[in-house]
């Protein structure tokens, strides 16, 4: 790992503030003063900055309620992101799990654990995920019924798996699907006849968004929440 990219992992240096360090002579690795920034360093050395000890970084797990009007990705040149949510030195090496569209809401995990990210994604892993909206017009129990069962969405040649469907009022609704296709709820709603008119995810598996957070808080995650998956 490069030194620079390494001490904006650790501290709260960006990564050309972390350069800035490092060619004034405020770094030592195992002793010795480095001033290049694309130095190798590795999990066994002794670094300090100035007279600090640093750790090595280790996985980060984190639950952000993502407001409206940010995109799930980690760089974009035209819209604001959830990474620009959290701070600079855990936001450069985070990556997002799943997706929420522009103007969804709601429960967003951000992890730099690979494997955990998979285990959470794969459709072979059939993680439920379960959303409130509200709708354009009422539903009926027809329509509730087919959500159930598995839809047809347009474009594509298979029905959706069965899903969970909860009535709140004549157009709210929790619906708790596996797969993750793309813009799949506001599909499956419009295969029967609707529109989504807002749409908020609550849970991912067993794991709830926190009613105490606020859109655009995150929290770290507990060792017990990152074993649900």
């Known amino acids: 790992m490069r030194l620079d990219f390494y001490l904006s992992h ?6 050309k503030a972390s350069k800035i360090a490092a060619s004034k002579g405020r770094v030592t690795v195992n002793g010795e003063t480095i001033k ?18 640093l750790a090595w970084p280790s996985e ?8 409206a009007g940010y995109v799930c990705a980690t760089e974009d040149a035209e819209h604001s992101t959830v990474v620009d949510l959290l701070p600079s030195h855990l ?6 799990v799943g997706r929420l569209d522009k103007d969804t809401t709601g429960l ?16 072979k892993k059939a993680c439920n995920k379960r959303y409130r909206m509200t709708l354009l017009d009422s539903i009926d129990d027809a329509a509730l019924e087919q959500l159930e069962k598995g839809v047809l969405l347009n474009g594509e040649s298979q029905l959706t798996m069965p899903a969970v469907v909860e009535r709140i009022s004549d157009n709210e609704i929790f619906l708790t699907i596996q797969e993750g296709k793309y813009h799949q709820v506001k599909r499956m709603l419009a295969a ?11 849970q ?5 968004l926190d009613e ?18």
Not at 10 to 15: E, M, P
Not at 112 to 119: K, P, V
Not at 204 to 208: E, N, P, Q, V, Y
């Open 192 to 202: 029967v006849g609707n529109k989504v008119e807002t749409l908020h995810r609550d």
């Open 36 to 53: 290049k920034a694309n130095h190798p360093v590795q999990e066994t050395d002794v670094i300090y900055l100035d007279d600090t000890r």
């Open 10 to 15: 650790v501290t709260d240096l960006a990564r």
């Open 91 to 96: 936001g450069q090496s985070l990556k997002v």
């Open 204 to 208: 991912i598996g067993g794991l709830a």
């Open 108 to 123: 967003l995990l951000l992890t730099t654990d690979g494997q955990w990210l998979h285990r959470i994604t794969s459709p």
């Open 212 to 229: 105490g957070l606020n859109p655009g808080e995150f929290r770290e995650l507990t060792e017990d929440e990152v074993g649900y998956f």
């Open 60 to 67: 980060g797990y984190y639950l952000l309620y993502k407001p």
